[in-house]
């Protein structure tokens, strides 16, 4: 049995225009160009961003689906927005693309353990119609271990769901930013994955804690081969969705603040994220691109010379070097 590799929306943020930067001489790659770069880089899956179909009408949504399909892509959906009446809506644009699931980014359970609970509880209680809506159309809505996210919230939240319906994403850089270490998140996630989302990390010393950078895998501090091999023992046929987002998150874990809302940090997981800090984060000389100045050319370059870099990289960890895995 083999995993699969996918591309992640992100991974082309910049030129995708998904946040705060928006090209303008080349204009924004679209959906299709997106799917477009994922055949020609051998993928077999995309997993697109909200924001890239909001627009389109259910005529545009089935076009893209069938172009997904006739070029051999399965398709997943992502947002940001845990309103139930919104996962409902998602749920359909879902059906009519073709979509195999949709993804959501669960950053919500933040704050003390009592207060996470109220949250959890209160979330669920919002998607009781999302989740007979995904049963009904048989398209499962998969959380995603967002920033700040603990394994084991999630894991409590999806058993409480009661749904087959209602599963994971597992990202492993997020697992950094409670932080627990990247593995045992993986083997507690495991088991309700439906996809997971694989990158690098690199980790500096800040004066609070440490800082995050994405970076081109195999330049980070995250043990990749070790983290797939704990997915692909509890799902064997896995897709993993290729993410190298330009983007930081700080994780303040030398403030008492920050401690207190996690107490289940272990002392081999605050080691572990310390240790892999081994250079002092400086702001000015980790900017991005698009955030020093670059011409529009040299972003866009910079952005798809990382993806290629990591698509190369993720294939010689995981292809015939690999003693466990197969990734097509």
């Known amino acids: 049995m083999k995993m699969t590799l996918g591309l992640h929306a992100y991974s082309l943020v910049l030129a995708a225009g998904l946040r705060e930067y928006r090209p303008v001489g080349r204009g924004v790659m679209t959906a299709a160009d997106m799917l477009d770069t994922a055949k020609k880089l051998g993928l077999s899956a995309v997993q697109l961003a909200r924001a890239q179909v909001a627009t389109d009408d259910l ?10 399909r006739d ?27 073709g979509a195999a ?73 997020n697992a ?16 309700y994955c439906h996809g997971a989302h694989v990158k690098d990390l690199a980790v500096y010393r800040t004066n609070t804690g440490v800082m995050l950078v994405n970076c081109p895998v195999n330049d980070g501090a995250l043990e990749i081969v070790a983290v797939l091999k704990a997915l692909k023992a509890r799902k064997p046929e896995l897709t993993v969705f290729l993410q190298t987002a330009a983007e930081r998150c700080a994780v303040p874990v030398l403030e008492d ?60 960890l995981m292809g015939a070097d690999s003693l466990t895995l197969e990734l097509v």
């Open 101 to 173: 699931q949709v993804v959501v980014g669960l950053c919500c359970l933040q704050g003390n353990v009592k207060e996470r609970q109220r949250r959890l509880e209160a979330l669920l209680a919002d998607l009781d119609v999302a989740i007979k809506r995904a049963e009904r159309y048989k398209i499962p809505l998969v959380f995603e271990n967002g920033r700040h996210t603990a394994s084991a919230d999630l894991a409590a939240f999806i058993q409480a769901a009661q749904s087959d319906y209602v599963g994971a994403c597992y990202d492993m850089g």
């Open 59 to 68: 005529v545009a949504l089935a076009n893209l689906g069938k172009k997904a």
């Open 257 to 316: 603040a920050f401690l207190q809302r996690y107490p289940r940090i272990t002392a081999r997981a605050l080691a572990g994220l310390l240790r892999r800090g081994t250079l002092v984060y400086d702001e000015t000389a980790l900017r991005f691109p698009h955030e020093s100045g670059a011409t529009e050319r040299e972003v866009l370059k910079w952005e798809d010379d990382r993806l290629k870099r990591s698509v190369k990289a993720v294939r010689k």
């Open 71 to 97: 070029l051999g892509l399965a398709l997943t959906l992502s947002t940001n927005q845990l309103a139930g009446e919104h996962l409902v809506t998602m749920i359909h644009t879902a059906h009519t693309l």
């Open 176 to 191: 950094l930013t409670v932080p627990e270490d990247p593995v045992d998140a993986a083997e507690i996630l495991g088991p």
